[in-house]
């Protein structure tokens, strides 16, 4: 069976920033600059992107496009006999599994609040009245349910279609679309009486703010952002390395996709700082900031049916851009494990997805008494986040690091070379670079890992 490959090098650049750009950076990195000095959070948030990063998602897109596999069966192609890398391909598969768990759920968060918003429904409304929406959708499993199942369908009915005439045209348009809405909506956040402030207060380093929180914190938190930003770890980027070209570098992919998922995130905070000081409002971080604080901006403002509707668009199609990525990685596992035909594919996992999405969406009515880590504000959701966030994407990370750097493994010089392949920026290959890919950048990853276990188990065991 001959291998799909993308129809263009955008089609490619904007599928990988698509997967790359999720709600948590949407609205976790202007929240972050806001918590950790502005600024200055921003400057050493973009180091560790260019020293973390981008070397690990180099060597993502290296391993897919030197095997033409998917996750599960790259390794097999790559590694020496006896080996057994290919374990963590299994390891992969399962945990785009478990990111679609419950990302199917806050992607149909957002379809819920579009509809709320277009319809009008939050118009008149009272601030509790607005906040009381958030929880009532939560208190009802049938809702929530149907748009976690519409997200499930939708997206897998595209995926079903093929790569370039599914996947591939329907992202192109989506991200297009939100690369314009976004710069919309901050153009008119700025625009805003009192909106400066906001922008001040997001871009202007502030020391004192770092001193308060202390640098090391500040330092702790870009590297944290930086790293989870670009959803490494999973196959979600070597799926992609497997449909392309040898026209171009690899690392000169890695930036231009880097790039591209910074400027949405930086540009969030161009619509959430200004908006919020223009009416008063303290930026939260998580739900409350999206789904209570900007609703009650937006009804505040003028126009803003209008501007709410857009912005719940935008953070539809943020969520719904990885959504389809990760579909199609499960399908290609699928399909590279038991040839099955991409229809299939998407048939099957549409029922297995919808299933497994269900105790997020019933963890926080019918299963509410559930609460992972002993803390009482902490759901089903929180705890597959974890499992994702804080253990699947570190740790396999590290694997495909150690894979390419190692001897034991592809090697230094077989990944140089894939990576190096085509026109564009070069993996350098002195002995300094070697050197920090095969010592220092492990063991900031293991502190990744070692920190976010730490804070959100062990912390609250030892409380």
Known sequence: MEREKLKSRMGFILLSAGCAIGIGNVWKFPYMCGQYGGGAFVLIYILFLVILGIPVMTMEFSVGRASQKSPVKAYNELEKPGQKWHIHGYLAMIGNYLLMMFYTTVGGWMLHFFYLTAAGKFQGASTAEVEGAFTEMLGQPWVMAGWMVLVVVLGFLINSVGLQNGLERITKVMMVALLVIMVVLAVRSITLSGGSEGLAFYLIPNLNTIKEVGLGNVIVGAMNQAFFT?????????????????????????????????????????????????????????????????????????????????????????????????????????????????????????????????????????????????????????????????????????????????????????FRKEANTGKGLKMPGGKAIQFYLTWILPIMILFIFAYGVYDVVLKNLLA
């Not at 009650?296 to 953070?315: C, D, H, K, P, T």
């Open 230 to 414: 670009l959803s490494l770890g999973i196959g979600a980027m070597a799926i992609f390395g497997s449909y392309i070209g040898k026209e171009r570098t690899l690392m000169g992919e890695a930036v231009n996709v880097s790039i591209l998922d910074t400027f949405v995130a930086f540009t969030s905070g161009l619509i959430i700082f200004p908006a919020c000081f223009s009416f008063g409002v303290e930026p939260n971080s998580g739900p409350p900031l999206i789904f209570i604080t900007l609703p009650n901006i937006f009804n505040e403002m003028a126009g803003g049916r209008l501007w709410g509707s857009l912005f719940f668009v935008f953070m539809a199609f943020a969520a719904f851009s990885t959504i389809l990525a990760v579909f199609e990685n499960i399908m290609a596992c699928c399909r590279d494990l038991w040839g099955w035909s991409r229809k299939k594919a998407a048939a099957i996992n549409m029922v297995a997805i919808t299933i497994l999405s269900l105790p997020c969406v019933l963890g926080y009515n019918v299963w509410s008494g559930f609460h992972p880590f002993g803390d009482p504000s902490k759901q089903v959701l929180d705890l597959e986040d974890f499992l994702v966030s804080n253990i699947w994407l570190p740790l396999g990370s590290l694997i495909y690091l150690l894979f390419c750097v190692s001897k034991k493994g592809w090697g230094w010089k077989n």
